[in-house]
């Protein structure tokens, strides 16, 4: 077991290796498993390469007396997937109180990088160093005969030669879950892997990230946790998010990660630095604030994510200490990409709608609620009131439309009709775009920095290098982050900065693998400017 408890101390984690090596369950005690009552039961055989094997057994007391239709659903997973990737498990059987239900199928596991992007983070996969195996890829929900509400509890056995970390608990092999949504929700990553704990006991697991990567995570989380509890109250707690490199393979598509209700997943660049306006920052943030604002379905998708992502951004924005500009320069950039990506202008469209058009709708409805002496954060607060603490946004309509109705019907007009600029909103709150100003041409602070690229993620805070020439000081995935004593927003940024320089030398702070680094730069030769492409909104005098 490796520990660096030195290195973490005043972090308040210790990393160490979490893992359970269980001797495979024989046939003999397969059949001596019992399952009363309305215990479900699940056995799953893993090893280190292939499909899991898995054994799904309903107790007779569960079924109906008549011969009644019993449908399998994976509840993350669409039909398509199921087609390639589930075999031996019909759609529907029929079932009775006759005699126990034993079914027996395999569920294929591929590499990461070969999954169908739209489904990539719901399946099950192989990493380098594990196999990552959602249970909701594994284990069906049961419609129709039986509900999987009424399975409880479930016991589930894990065979495997491997070491694994599951979020399920119990001990050894044998786990017993009280309520099967856990289940349904729940996370098995066969392989060695390390472990840190963050507030709360949320367990930061990982295959690949390393002691101190991990560490930044904790830090990063310690950090969204204050700030969203002094906002929003105390989160429903996660039990374990897993945290993985990106493969090489899928670094130009960017981090991203998925939360379901209490565990999430977190695809991570080698070089995150910990920062929470970073794209890897960012989606550690947004599947935390998870927490703080869980799902219904009830909401439209784009209320929950676009909510979500707005809180997030608040929070990132908040603990990085950024500029008070930013925020409103990244939710113009937020809508230049919605534009792009949905011309209909329609929360919901795609899937960048959710986010995007949700992120800047959630804005403009927290301007009304605040003119009207209201926020979201005060609705959140009354809805889980009305609610007696249950850990719900049902109600978030409702007392939108109480605390001011403008804001409510922006809601109303959301589900239906195009959803109007942020600049309408930042005109509400008396805010007007500042008049363009000179900025050096991107040829030449590409020429000066010695770079050819650079990552242009909707929300990030600095400048991320994508590519370099042979004489640059910088290296692919540096991420620039002040001029001298200015905190850079992006890339405009630094260009507008270098156009107004005097100074015939200057410093360039810079994030490389966690590490902050400095770059001293004799100023640009060529000093061509052309008219800022920055969207900056400021008060109205």
Same mark, same amino acid.
């Given at each position: ?95 009775? &109180? ?6 027996? #199928? ?71 879950? @009280? ?26 697991? &990982? ?61 991570? &660049? ?9 794209? @890897? ?28 992502? #707005? ?43 959710? #986010? ?96 050819? %690229?650079?990552?242009? %993620? ?84």
């Amino acid at each position: 077991m490796r520990r660096s408890c030195l290195l973490l101390l005043v972090l308040s984690a210790c990393a160490t290796q979490r893992a359970v090596v269980v001797a495979p369950v024989s046939k003999q005690e397969m059949s001596d498993v019992e399952s009363p009552g309305t215990r479900l039961f699940v056995h799953l055989e893993v090893m280190a390469t292939g499909p899991v094997k898995v054994q799904l057994r309903v107790p007779r007391s569960l079924l109906p007396a008549r011969p009644t239709a019993l449908t399998f659903e994976f509840i993350r997973l669409p039909d398509p997937w199921r087609v390639g990737f589930v075999r031996g498990l019909p759609t529907t059987v029929m079932v009775s &109180s006759a005699e126990d239900l034993e079914l027996d #199928y395999e569920v294929s596991v591929e590499r990461l990088e070969r999954l169908p992007g739209e489904t990539r983070m719901n399946g099950a996969f192989d990493l380098a160093r594990g196999r990552h195996l959602p249970f909701w890829s594994l284990v069906p929900a049961l419609r129709g005969a039986v509900r999987s509400e009424a399975l409880h509890p479930a016991e589930v056995v894990i065979d495997t030669p491997f070491e694994f970390a599951t979020s399920l608990d119990g001990t050894g092999k044998r786990f017993f879950v @009280d309520d099967v949504n856990a289940l349904y929700s729940g996370l098995l990553l066969v392989g060695s892997t390390r472990e840190v704990r963050a507030s709360g006991g949320l367990r930061l697991v &990982s295959f690949d990230l390393d002691d101190a990567a991990l560490a930044r995570v904790a830090t990063l989380e310690r950090k969204v946790n204050a700030t969203l509890e002094a906002q929003t109250g105390p989160r429903q707690p996660l039990h374990l998010l897993a945290l993985h490199r990106i493969p090489d393979g899928l670094r130009r598509n960017g981090a991203f990660g998925v939360n379901v209700q209490e565990n999430a997943i977190a695809l991570l &660049s080698p070089g995150f630095d910990g920062a929470a306006m970073t794209a @890897d920052g960012l989606v550690v943030t947004h599947e935390l604030t998870h927490s703080s604002l869980p799902g219904s379905g009830n909401l439209p998708h784009w209320i929950e994510e676009g909510f979500t992502e #707005y809180f997030a951004l608040r929070a990132a924005l908040a603990i990085d200490g950024a500029p008070s500009e930013a925020l409103r320069e990244l939710l113009s950039t937020a809508w230049t990409f919605f534009v792009q990506d949905s011309p209909n202008r329609r929360a919901g469209a795609t899937a960048l709608g959710d #986010y995007a058009g949700g992120l800047v709708l959630a804005h403009c409805i927290d301007v009304r609620l605040r003119r009207d002496g209201s926020s979201l954060e005060a609705v959140l607060k009354r809805a889980r009131e009305r609610a007696g603490g249950a850990w719900t946004n049902e109600l978030w309509e409702q007392e939108i439309a109480v605390a001011s109705a403008p804001a409510g019907a922006l809601v109303v007009s959301a589900r239906v009709d195009p959803l109007d600029p942020p600049s309408t909103c930042f005109a509400e709150e008396h805010f007007a775009r500042r008049p363009s100003v000179p900025a050096l041409s991107p040829g030449a602070v590409g020429a000066w920095l010695g770079v050819s %690229s650079v990552d242009r %993620s909707t929300h990030q805070l600095g400048v991320l290098v994508s590519t370099v020439r042979a004489d640059s000081p910088f290296r692919p995935g540096d991420r620039l982050t002040r001029l001298g004593s200015r905190r850079l927003i992006g890339l405009e940024h630094l260009a507008e900065l270098l156009a107004q320089n005097s100074a015939s030398t200057l410093r360039v702070e810079f994030s490389r693998d966690g590490e902050t680094l400095t770059a001293e730069l004799p100023a640009p030769t060529n000093t061509r400017t052309e008219p800022s492409l920055r969207q900056v909104w400021l008060p109205v005098p």
